[in-house]
């Protein structure tokens, strides 16, 4: 049975998020505070983490930045009353890979819960790169000389699947599924939201990497030729 992290201060809530995923067959532990549950992450191995923003010692955000500064990439979803467009900004760009606003239902919660289960785990053995990009898959960061972006969970899979085609196209289903899983639900602009933000990172990075799009085929990416 898969081990879930909950960082929960309201005790009501938290034992209502308890019951809806024991139903669905995962087990949980219960926090309240980021300094335990720092520790709780340090001995225990947990297959996804729950994190409120809003905690007695700090904005739960601050865990999930820690977690991806040293390479650990349990998924995170955000639980939150901030709804704001620039707070889910924020926490997708600090390496959050969902985002639940309460008030929220407890079916959604454990489908989301289960979407996170169900991802590709990021493998760290190599240092891929395409052309002047090297990702970095300890800290999730793209860079290109001395410059360097973060890049949520799912751009930065669906880059490594880009790159280790070398140039070759891959079709949307296959960076869908390196993106969110096989049997996620996507929603039919996902995929083309993320190529447009990861699109915008190359130029931001002042990088000659591109991602085309071959109609028909899939997307590949490929390097402008040099002045």
Same mark, same amino acid.
């Given at each position: 049975?898969?081990?879930?992290?909950?960082?929960?201060?309201?005790?009501?809530?938290?034992?209502?998020?308890?019951?809806?995923?024991?139903?669905? @067959?995962?087990?949980?532990?219960?926090?309240?505070?980021?300094?335990?549950?720092?520790?709780?992450?340090? @001995?225990?191995?947990?297959?996804?983490?729950?994190?409120?923003?809003?905690?007695?010692?700090?904005?739960?955000?601050?865990?999930?930045?820690?977690?991806?500064?040293?390479?650990?990439?349990?998924?995170?979803?955000?639980?939150?009353?901030?709804?704001?467009?620039?707070?889910?900004?924020?926490?997708?760009?600090?390496?959050?890979?969902?985002?639940?606003?309460?008030?929220?239902?407890?079916?959604?919660?454990?489908?989301?819960?289960?979407?996170?289960?169900?991802?590709?785990?990021?493998?760290?053995?190599?240092?891929?790169?395409? @052309?002047?990009?090297?990702?970095?898959?300890?800290?999730?960061?793209?860079?290109?000389?001395?410059?360097?972006?973060?890049?949520?969970?799912?751009?930065?899979?669906?880059?490594?699947?880009?790159?280790?085609?070398?140039?070759?196209?891959?079709?949307?289903?296959?960076?869908?599924?390196?993106?969110?899983?096989?049997?996620?639900?996507?929603?039919?602009?996902?995929?083309?939201?993320?190529?447009?933000?990861?699109?915008?990172?190359?130029?931001?990075?002042?990088?000659?990497?591109?991602?085309?799009?071959?109609?028909?085929?899939?997307?590949?990416?490929?390097?402008?030729?040099?002045?």
């Amino acid at each position: 049975m898969q081990r879930i992290l909950l960082l929960e201060d309201h005790p009501r809530l938290a034992a209502l998020i308890m019951q809806a995923v024991a139903a669905a @067959g995962i087990e949980c532990d219960w926090l309240e505070r980021l300094g335990p549950a720092w520790w709780a992450l340090q @001995g225990q191995e947990y297959s996804a983490i729950l994190v409120d923003r809003g905690l007695p010692d700090g904005d739960g955000l601050q865990l999930v930045r820690r977690l991806r500064q040293v390479g650990n990439h349990v998924p995170c979803l955000l639980l939150t009353a901030r709804d704001a467009l620039h707070d889910r900004v924020e926490g997708l760009e600090s390496g959050a890979d969902d985002y639940l606003c309460k008030p929220f239902s407890m079916d959604e919660l454990v489908a989301r819960t289960r979407a996170l289960l169900r991802r590709p785990p990021i493998r760290t053995e190599l240092v891929p790169h395409f @052309g002047d990009v090297r990702l970095d898959p300890a800290r999730l960061l793209a860079s290109c000389e001395d410059r360097s972006t973060n890049l949520p969970r799912g751009e930065f899979q669906i880059m490594l699947t880009l790159f280790k085609a070398n140039g070759m196209p891959v079709s949307r289903r296959a960076l869908e599924a390196a993106a969110w899983g096989q049997l996620e639900p996507v929603t039919p602009n996902a995929l083309d939201v993320a190529l447009h933000r990861l699109r915008k990172k190359l130029e931001i990075l002042c990088s000659t990497v591109r991602i085309t799009n071959q109609r028909g085929v899939g997307y590949a990416v490929n390097q402008l030729p040099l002045a």
